[in-house]
């Protein structure tokens, strides 16, 4: 069974994640979301918190061991100082967590070691299409084998620094079955067609990416000729978005709480009275309820063990769980909650994302 309480290890992750996503993230939020631009600055203090090399090995230029556990303790944190900069700072995962889970010992040391720098580098993973009824285990992209190496087409959407990062992992179809391909943004083929202007996570950038006869060797197929476990890499993208999705809930329902017992109206806090009680009981009752899902499900990825149901779960009950509680916030302030003036309503717009988004983070 596992266990409720962080190790000591963890615990002092998740105190410099949260100073740093209060210092830097929740500071800048509001500005970042209005230049629909990220502080590299701040991006670079992130990345210097070492996140990424702390879950890869030495043998690659990291100092530490994967684990999921860990990682969305750390995901939560930062999520709850700000989900776009949060996205930005984990893309470079996007590339380096399935290599180490998935990839070939060629493939470990030709790409690991670019993620275990002092700079802050992007990765940028293309699994969303731009289709009705998305289904990740049946792409549109499609993917055939030509001239010792496959050549991919097909149109990607909401793929993270798709065009700042150096590398994206792109899914397609191969044969009835998905796989991940390594592919350099500089291939012919390759195009990122344009910003995408979204409701929300406006700070970071999300891009439309398409593929027209774009040659890949077969060296750049992740696991080589085994191929990568997709369901795997599925459950901890949405165990990962699980836990961003704790986060954003979690900053709306603390900034709530706060406002609801300062707030007079009638000569008394407006938390005092039933109807907003209940709403703050209703919203933090859902919000543990769903960390704990999200924490099974990340032990049970980590014990090497199936939680393709745990992980689905916890991803649709979050993603309610989020918009739910960031829509209560909004009206628990009242008109003022409507108002740029406080970030609840960016809260809102944000979590609505989850549920329409799959494949913007793992850990």
Known sequence: MYSFEPSEDQKTLMEAARKYAARELRARSRDTEEQSCLDQGVLQSGWDLGLLPGSLPDTYGGFGDHSTVTGILAAEELAWGDL??????????????????????????????????????????????????????????????????????????????????????????????????????????????????????RACPFYTVEFKECRVHASQVLGGEAGCDFMRLLNAFRVAQSALALGVARAAYEYALAYAGRRKAFGEAIGQRQSIAFMLAEMITDLEGARMMVWEAAWLLDQGRDC????????????DMALMVCDRAVQIFGGHGYIRDYPVEMWLRNARGFAVMEGMAIV
């Open 84 to 201: 776009a900069g949060a996205v930005a700072l984990l893309a470079g995962n996007l590339i380096a967590l399935p290599v180490l889970l998935c990839g070939t010992h060629a493939q470990k040391e030709q790409y690991l070691p670019q993620f275990c720098t002092d700079r802050y580098t992007p990765g940028a993973a293309a699994l969303m299409e731009p289709c009705y009824n998305f289904d990740p285990g049946d792409l549109q992209t499609r993917a055939r084998a030509a001239n010792g190496g496959f050549i991919l087409d097909g149109l990607k959407c909401d793929v993270p620094l798709a065009a700042e990062a150096d590398y994206m992992l792109v899914y397609a179809s191969l044969i009835r079955k998905t796989q991940a391909f390594l592919v350099p943004r500089d291939s012919a083929g390759l195009r990122v067609v344009e910003r995408e202007q979204n409701m929300g996570i």
């Open 308 to 319: 393709t149901r745990e992980a689905f779960l916890a991803r649709n009950f979050a993603d």
